[in-house]
Structures are given as C-alpha cells and as structure tokens.
C-alpha cells in the first residue's frame, strides 16, 4: 500500500506571497491532520480533516486554511506569507476509526514540504 | 506547563545498552500514546503504541504506561548507532467525534560507537 504523499516537496517563497500544499492519504485513510515543525517548537497542530470537514485546529492564525477533497486528499494553504512561517509541513493521515478502534487508530506521516520564506 | 513534556536531550548511550526515553502528560483523560522516530531531515516514523497500563514490547523495543503518574516511557535494548535519531512521543485523547493528538518536543538520541 503507498504511503502518504505530499507535494511539493520544497517551496521557496518571499514575504506575501501565498502558497498550497497537497496531502495524498494511504488508500483508505479518510482524515488528514497537518503540523507545522520547526526546530524550537517542535510539531504543532494546525488542523485535522475528516469527511470533508474541519474537526479540529490548532492555534495558528486565519493565515493558515485548508480544505479537504471526497477522495480524502487534502490541501493547505498558507496566505500572507512571514518569514516565521518557514518550516516543515507535515501531513499524517489515519482512518480514524470509533470506539477502541479510534483510540488505538495511528498516523502515518508524509515526507513532509520545507517551506522556506524570504 | 507543558501538555506533553520530554527532555529535548540530547541522550547519550554506548552502543549496546540500554536507552531510556521519557514522556509526562498532562491530561488524565488521555487514552493512547504513541512514539515515533524521526532522523535528520526526514518525517516522523512510528515505533509502537500502547494504551493499558503495564509494558508492551516490539523486537528491542519496549514502551511503558503509567496512567496514575501520567507517565509514558519507551526503552531501547541493545543499542545501535542507527538508532540515533528523535523520539516524538505522542499523545491521544478521543471522545465522541473530538480526537485530538499533542506532541512533545522530542528526545534527540546519541547512540554512540
């Protein structure tokens, strides 16, 4: 079974600008939750998606968006770019299941975008 | 304080001990934690997961749970320089259709020759 994918996978862009990341999920996997990781701060949440709906986010400004396909795919977008907002975007994606299914339920990571803001 | 805490280290071990990582969590209703490995420059890979009390063992790898010391451990037996790398510990809160999962900073690993 593929993994996660994510495109693309390195990004340079300058203050201002806006940029779209893409998260491919493993067959079958229907929520996609992504995570900014820099060095300091380590991973911090942004956002899970499941069945096309928001289910959670993070403490992250409006700047941060995202959205989810039918197919699971997931994008994110990151608008007014600043020069803190250059790290690694990691997408991970589980099948987020009920019950003792949910508990145990894992995610697998993507090889992540390095977004570097001049 | 911290809702999931580890010591950024690093953690030094010759080759061949024992590598003890550690993780406290601040919420009780806490249900699964979950560590991950990740080199230098790439994503994060999981390890194994646990979510009873009592330890659970993979291959070299044993994870502990305490939930009444709101404490979670993973314990690396014979250790190789390629084990060198970051443990994420992560933890897991589920409840109704509410899942949220918080990471720590990570433990960086030095498995020396």
């Known amino acids: 079974k593929a993994g996660v994918t994510q495109t693309p996978r390195y990004l340079i862009k300058t203050r201002g600008q806006q940029v779209t990341l893409s998260c491919s999920p493993i067959s079958g996997h229907r929520s996609v939750s992504w995570y900014q990781q820099t060095p300091g701060q380590g991973l911090q949440f942004l956002f899970e998606y499941f069945s096309e709906t928001q289910r959670n986010k993070g403490n992250f400004p409006g700047r941060f968006s995202g959205r989810q396909f039918s197919n699971s795919r997931s994008e994110m977008n990151v608008s007014t770019l600043e020069l803190g907002d250059s790290a690694l975007y990691l997408c991970a994606s589980s099948t987020r299941g009920s019950g003792l299914a949910g508990i145990t339920d894992t995610q697998y990571f993507g090889p992540g975008t390095r977004l570097t803001v001049l | 304080q911290k809702e999931v805490e580890q010591n950024s280290g690093p953690l030094s071990v010759p080759e061949g001990a024992i590598a003890s990582l550690n993780c406290t969590y601040s919420?009780?209703?806490?249900?699964?934690f979950f560590w991950y490995r990740q080199y230098s420059g790439k994503s994060p890979e999981l390890i194994m997961f646990i979510y009873s009390n009592g330890d659970k063992e993979d291959g070299r790898f044993t994870a502990q749970l305490n939930k009444a010391s709101q404490y979670v451990s993973l314990l690396i037996r014979d250790s190789q320089p390629s084990d060198s790398a970051t443990y994420l510990c992560a933890v897991k809160k589920t409840s109704g259709g509410y899942q949220k999962v918080t990471f720590g900073i990570g433990t960086k690993l030095q498995v020396i020759p």
């Open positions: 919420d009780r209703g806490s249900q699964s």
